[in-house]
């Protein structure tokens, strides 16, 4: 079985400062791990993805995220954030092997970027 | 291009009554995937389609829920006698079918069970 968690529930910081959204997964092989961000009463907008290769991936809007293998996480990452970031944010996985192609998500963690 | 659409946006029903749900994926795309999403969670896996058929169906709750994508483009998911735990938004999602690509998502549904 495949699972995602998102510790924090909400994130709060200033415009112009880094933040960081945190996830961790569990997969029984190597895993495809997705980031989307969901605006009230919007859909799912995917973000960025990691397959394979390098463990920085970068998205839209200026976000990234690392892969770290050995701590099982994939923390999406913003240099510099804006207000206008504040939203949901979802972390996904789905595992690389056998036919199932599923997205098992996170609970979801809310960014408040305040001025 | 055209996304993910999905109708209706909205849609209040009854108990017990029966309700279709409709999605129209992005062109091209061969795998579509239904999620359910409940207020303050993420989307929970329905089912999932390859073409025509069914590749995965193990996140259906029970065998109220059906869901059809008969020619292999539009898919209704359908829900018979409805109950007030079935009140959620139903989320649409297409790709183009392998693993590694990204899904894309409709709007939703927003379902309503008095």
């Known amino acids: 079985a495949q699972s995602v968690a998102q510790p924090e529930d909400q994130v709060n910081v200033a415009e112009g400062n880094p933040l960081t959204v945190k996830c961790t997964y569990s997969?029984?092989?190597?895993?495809?791990l997705f980031w989307y961000v969901q605006y009230p009463n919007r859909g799912l907008q995917f973000l960025l993805k990691?397959?394979?290769?390098?463990?920085l991936v970068k998205g839209s809007y200026g976000f990234e995220a690392e892969f770290n293998k050995s701590q099982t996480s994939f923390h999406l990452k913003k240099p510099s954030a804006l207000v206008s970031d504040s939203a949901l944010y979802f972390c996904?996985?789905?595992?690389?092997?056998?036919?199932?192609?599923?997205?098992?998500f996170g609970t979801g963690t809310r960014l408040q970027v305040t001025l | 291009g055209a996304g993910v659409s999905q109708t209706p946006s909205n849609k209040v029903t009854e108990k017990g009554k029966y309700v279709e749900l409709r999605c129209d994926p992005i062109?091209?795309?061969?795998?579509l995937y239904w999620y359910r999403q409940s207020l303050g969670q993420g989307p929970e896996f329905l089912i999932y389609?390859?073409?025509?058929?069914?590749?995965?169906d193990s996140g259906l709750p029970n065998d109220r829920f059906f869901a059809v994508r008969p020619e292999g483009s539009v898919s209704t998911l359908k829900i018979q006698r409805t109950e007030r735990g079935d009140s959620a938004v139903y989320l649409c999602?297409?790709?183009?079918?392998?693993?590694?690509?990204?899904?894309?998502f409709g709007p939703g549904t927003r379902l309503t069970v008095l």
């Open positions: 999602a297409s790709s183009r079918g392998q693993a590694h690509n990204e899904q894309f």
């Open positions: 997969v029984s092989g190597n895993p495809y």
């Open positions: 990691y397959i394979t290769g390098d463990n």
């Open positions: 996904a996985v789905r595992d690389m092997t056998g036919t199932a192609s599923k997205l098992t």
């Open positions: 062109s091209g795309h061969t795998a």
């Open positions: 389609f390859q073409g025509t058929g069914a590749a995965d």
